[in-house]
């Protein structure tokens, strides 16, 4: 999907192109009531980053800004088409950048933990360079690790943790640099592909060219970066794992200005940019970063990609950690960077002259049967000779037949032998392709009263909604018999366990902490996560009718199993 939002004066143009039509719609727009809005969303995240978590105050506060967002920016007719979407691209007037895009609430979900979420400019600058970077093989990714203040000590590790994880790619070539100084920055960044640099970056309100990352020897500018544009392509990719490296005020203006790290690298011609919008806390970066290149490992989309980063960090640390609200990217997110179509192999077929000289298989020689050929066999032989010899020949059994009788016996032998213990050997369990159903698990809950109250009620209340959603659920009976089930504190790990004594094909698992349900969908199978949320559990049975529907949605996406 694609959402197209404009400015002409005080109206808001909104284009919305789905598979078959664009549909055009206009919003009156208050500029100051939506610039305040935004900066109270920074400003919640701000509180929580000071206390590197967001409190069930902030939290609130988070969704009722994200909701006067959706609910000013964002036409009904609108919001119907998004909640039926998976991925969508934000084409945004360059007037509009500023406005925290991803974190409109919808009254259930975060924009950006729902959808793939990408963002495309309309500016007057001009590019520098061009952005269609040819990827070939291996495709080079560059880690740069840089904490020469020496209060980041998680960026070591993030560095080694995500080439450790590239490396498992059989076409990425994974290259960590720690410590990088300005002049291997600017001569070694367009011999990569992919760029990724962890460390501090800053932005400079008022003179955003001199926004930057900083590295051992002082900072690399965006009007550095900048400056790169033109001769050799960029890279594909660059992702600024670093506080504030994604900031940008409007862009418009002279094209020869650069407002932050974000513009300065694609107006110089990245194709893709993934930066931090604010503060994020170190260690919830790293587990973002490493979670996002291993579903990009796997050849998933960028858009989707960050947005299981996104779930990882809350199925991880909650959703009061507040690494999954602080990433924008920008580009297509339906793009998959480090994706390569699979090289079939070339049927290779011999010869005739490579078969007639093969010793093993005389028998495969091509015969002679033009008339020079038999008249080149039979030059200089006797006329008796050569009619006896035919005769001759005519008895004669041939050599190969005695061995190839006996090849045959000795592969029906081996075939009856084989089927004879597969079919002694007992019935294997239940095959993965038999897994079938929705298994709602037993959530964790506080010692309080309340949280033990409301777990039961989505827990009861879950099976009936999905089974209105035509959802095939596993009887919650079935739980109760099983050995497996235990206190219903699970994790991924535990929850697809469980879900494979049950036969299911899909668990919903989670927990309830501090008045807030975290719930997680996962395929049991491939141990992958396809729909995550968070919510306030005052209204349990709304909340659980929400959850259910999305669910339900996600999962008839999925292809259908025999």
């Not at 506060?61 to 959706?70: F, S, V, Y």
């Not at 291997?184 to 970056?201: C, E, P």
């Not at 390569?340 to 010869?351: F, T, V, Y």
């Not at 309830?512 to 997680?520: H, I, K, R, Y």
């Amino acid at each position: 999907m694609r959402l197209t939002l404009s400015l002409s004066n005080a109206t808001l143009a909104v284009s919305f192109a789905g598979d078959t039509m664009q549909r055009k719609y206009t919003l009156p727009y208050d500029a100051a009531a939506t610039t305040a809005t935004a900066r109270a969303i920074v400003g919640v995240l701000a509180r929580g980053n000071k206390a590197r978590t967001l409190s069930d105050k902030n939290l609130d506060d988070l969704e009722h800004h994200g909701e006067a967002l959706w609910r000013t920016l964002i036409p009904p007719e609108v919001q119907k088409e998004l909640a039926r979407g998976d991925s969508l691209a934000l084409e945004l007037d360059e007037a509009l950048v500023a406005v925290p895009w991803e974190l409109m609430f919808d009254g259930t979900h975060f924009l950006c933990r729902r959808l793939s979420l990408g963002r495309v400019v309309a500016t007057r600058q001009a590019r520098r360079g061009d952005e269609r970077r040819t990827v070939g093989t291996p495709i080079r990714v560059l880690v740069m690790a840089a904490d020469p203040r020496g209060d980041l000590p998680e960026v070591r590790r993030e560095g080694e943790a995500i080439v450790e994880e590239l490396e498992k790619h059989p076409t990425v070539s994974a290259r960590l640099q720690s410590a990088p100084d300005r002049a291997f920055a600017l001569r070694h960044l367009k011999d990569y592909d992919v760029v990724h640099f962890a460390g501090h970056a800053d932005y400079v309100a008022g003179q955003a060219g001199q926004s930057g990352w900083t590295l051992s020897d002082g900072k690399l500018t965006a009007d550095e970066i900048a400056q790169l544009g033109g001769g050799r392509p960029m890279p594909m990719l660059v992702f600024g794992n670093a506080c504030q490296s994604g900031h940008t005020e409007a862009w418009s203006g002279d094209s020869a200005e650069v407002f932050g790290l974000a513009n300065a690298f694609l107006t110089a011609g990245v194709r893709h940019y993934l930066g931090t919008q604010w503060e994020v806390v170190d260690g919830q970066s790293a587990l973002f970063a490493a979670e996002l290149y291993r579903h990009l490992a796997d050849g998933k989309a960028i858009g989707a990609a960050v947005r299981h980063a996104r779930a990882a960090v809350v199925e991880r640390a909650g959703v009061a950690a507040l690494a999954w609200a602080s990433y924008v990217l920008y580009g297509d997110p339906d793009v998959r960077p480090l994706h390569r179509p699979e090289q079939k192999e070339k049927l290779s077929i011999p010869s005739g002259m490579k078969i007639a000289a093969r010793a093993s298989a005389p028998w495969k020689r091509p015969a002679s049967t033009d008339a020079r050929g038999r008249q080149a066999a039979n030059a200089g032989k006797d006329p008796e000779e050569s009619r006896v010899g035919k005769e001759s020949a005519a008895r004669r059994t041939p050599e190969w037949l005695p061995a190839a009788i006996g090849g045959a016996i000795v592969g029906i032998c081996c075939v009856a032998i084989v089927a004879w213990v597969l079919w002694r050997r007992p019935s294997p369990p239940a095959a993965h392709t038999t897994l079938k159903g929705v298994a709602v698990l037993a959530f964790g809950a506080g010692a309080t009263e309340s949280a033990s109250k409301s777990a039961r009620e989505l827990e009861w209340c879950l099976p009936e909604e999905l089974v209105k959603n035509h959802v095939d659920v596993v009887a919650p009976e079935k739980l109760m018999t099983t050995q497996a089930q235990t206190n219903g504190a699970y994790d991924k790990a535990s929850a697809r366990a469980l879900g494979l004594a049950l036969g299911a094909r899909w668990v919903i698992y989670g927990n309830l902490s501090d008045g807030t349900a975290n719930l997680f969908l996962s395929e049991v199978v491939n141990d992958r996560t396809v729909h995550a949320d968070s919510f306030r559990v005052d209204d349990v049975k709304m909340r659980c009718t929400n959850f259910a529907a999305a669910a339900a949605a996600r999962l008839a996406q999925e292809p259908v199993t025999p």
